[in-house]
């Protein structure tokens, strides 16, 4: 009777053990699946909004160019909606240098096209490019280390 008593204990621990132990593996890799798919959503937002980006600078700078040589008839409209969109996809902190720059870049080059002085234009539209290109590459290797390491950046440019 003893024995069976012992054997019915042991068999009641070694249950709850391996209960336990299952709880502690499903919520190991439940966590582990949701920084997958936080680190997959992430990483494809940051793949649109560079995309995003590269259309919209694109469009930008050829507005520019056809409000200052030949505009058609909603031409400046569609250049202040594009410089719109560009603006609200950066970051207004100033500490974010690049943005700041692009940021401050977009007025000028609005007003250099609207007045069809195409030299000064040329020279805005030059700047412009290289730094939406390097925050674009900036981006491109903050997202290539986030997928690499599945550490995400925070809004303060800070892992979480």
Not at 13 to 22: N, P, R, Y
Not at 73 to 88: K, M
Not at 113 to 131: G, H, M
């Amino acid at each position: 009777m003893e024995a069976a008593i012992f054997g019915f204990i042991g068999a009641l621990i070694g249950g709850i053990l391996a209960f336990i132990g299952s709880l502690f593996s499903t919520f190991g890799k439940s966590k582990d699946v949701q920084l997958d798919v936080r680190t997959k959503v992430v990483t494809n937002e940051r793949a649109q909004w560079r995309k995003d980006m590269r259309e919209l600078a694109a469009a930008f700078v050829a507005l520019s160019t056809r409000v200052a040589v030949n505009p058609g008839n909603d031409d400046e409209y569609e250049l202040e909606r594009t410089r719109v969109l560009i603006r609200l996809r950066l970051n207004a902190n100033p500490e974010h240098r690049l943005d700041a720059r692009l940021i401050s870049a977009l007025p000028g080059i609005v007003k250099s096209a609207r007045t069809k002085n195409i030299d000064e234009l040329t020279t805005k539209l030059e700047s412009f490019e290289i730094d939406m290109q390097a925050l674009l590459k900036r981006e491109w290797d903050k997202s290539k280390g986030e997928a690499e390491t599945g550490n995400i950046a925070g809004p303060d440019g800070h892992t979480a």
